[in-house]
Nanobody, 129 residues
Framework: QLQLVESGGGLVQPGGSLRLSCAAS????????IDWFRQAPGKERERVSC????????NYAASVKGRFTISRDNAKNTVYLQMNSLKPEDTAVYSC??????????????????????WGQGTQVTVSS
């Protein structure tokens, strides 16, 4: 079955950290740019970060820049989102999505919209004391 599966969400206190994983099953992530999204109740979905298929380019939304770090381990077919200094406003369902861009592509642009080939089901992150 071709799918993305997120994990690593949970409840954390403000100032804490979590690392989310986005693992591919049934296909290789080497050819895909991976974006992380989040959506809080009553709010629009926000794209927070992307990483190119080559891993050489990353981008972050202003709301998370300096606190979140995206990375990928193609050997493990997994992309990670390390989230530090978490705030209550980071509370949301976090999802990853994959768009095929080819091997060693440097494409990763948060301002562009493009179709995705795969979506994960999401993982809940709750930041609360």
């Amino acid at each position: 079955q071709l799918q993305l599966v997120e994990s690593g969400g949970g409840l954390v206190q403000p100032g804490g950290s979590l690392r989310l994983s986005c693992a591919a099953s049934g296909f290789t992530l080497d050819y895909y740019v991976i974006d992380w999204f989040r959506q809080a109740p009553g709010k629009e979905r926000e794209r927070v970060s992307c990483i190119s298929s080559s891993g050489t380019r990353t981008n972050y939304a202003a709301s998370v820049k300096g606190r979140f770090t995206i990375s990928r381990d193609n050997a493990k077919n997994t992309v990670y989102l390390q989230m530090n200094s978490l705030k209550p406003e980071d509370t949301a369902v976090y999802s990853c999505a994959a768009a095929r861009r080819g091997l060693l592509s440097s494409f990763c642009v948060l301002e562009s919209t493009y179709p995705y080939d795969y979506w994960g089901q999401g993982t809940q992150v709750t930041v609360s004391s």
